[in-house]
């Protein structure tokens, strides 16, 4: 008996586009600005990725995940999809927390860890991991965590 194959097409689907004013994204201030409005006021964690090329400009941004009030569950193979597919040199992650408190969590150091071991492997550098709160942010990067 003969086991049927699908023959299948991967595609990259662009559904909208946003202008966004600085060109490069050279430090966690312009990535927060870029990013808070999508997901400031909302009442759940988000984990937004911003794929960029090797230039650092931004290219594409897309929501990978939407947790409860206080985790949000991600995988690496979620977070790297639409950089493989976009051909991205490097991304940038940002999540926020609610509770309006940016400290990171030890499941936000663990995702970090993982997410710059996988793009290691695949060759996608993990810029930066950034968590919003409501007045400020934390930046992995800028504290030496990446």
Do not use: W
């Not at 201030?29 to 990725?49: C, G, N, P, W, Y």
């Not at 977070?79 to 940016?102: D, Q």
């Not at 930066?128 to 930046?139: A, L, T």
């Amino acid at each position: 008996m003969k086991k049927r194959v699908q023959m299948v097409t991967t595609r990259l689907v662009r559904e909208s586009s946003i202008l966004y004013e600085p060109r490069v994204l050279n430090s966690p201030e312009k990535a927060v600005e870029l990013i808070r409005t999508f997901i400031e006021d909302s009442d759940r964690e988000m984990m937004v990725v911003i794929n960029l090329d090797v230039k650092n400009q931004p290219n594409e941004m897309y929501v990978a995940a939407i947790g409860s009030l206080s985790a949000c569950i991600v995988h690496p193979r979620e977070i790297f999809k639409a950089a493989i597919l976009a051909n991205s040199g490097s991304i940038l992650v940002a999540h926020n927390h609610p509770s309006g408190n940016p400290k990171p969590s030890q499941e936000d150091n663990a995702i970090t860890k993982r997410l710059k071991e996988a793009g290691e492997l695949i060759g996608i550098t993990l810029l930066d991991h950034i968590i919003i709160g409501k007045d400020g942010y934390y930046s992995f990067k800028e504290n030496s965590q990446l």
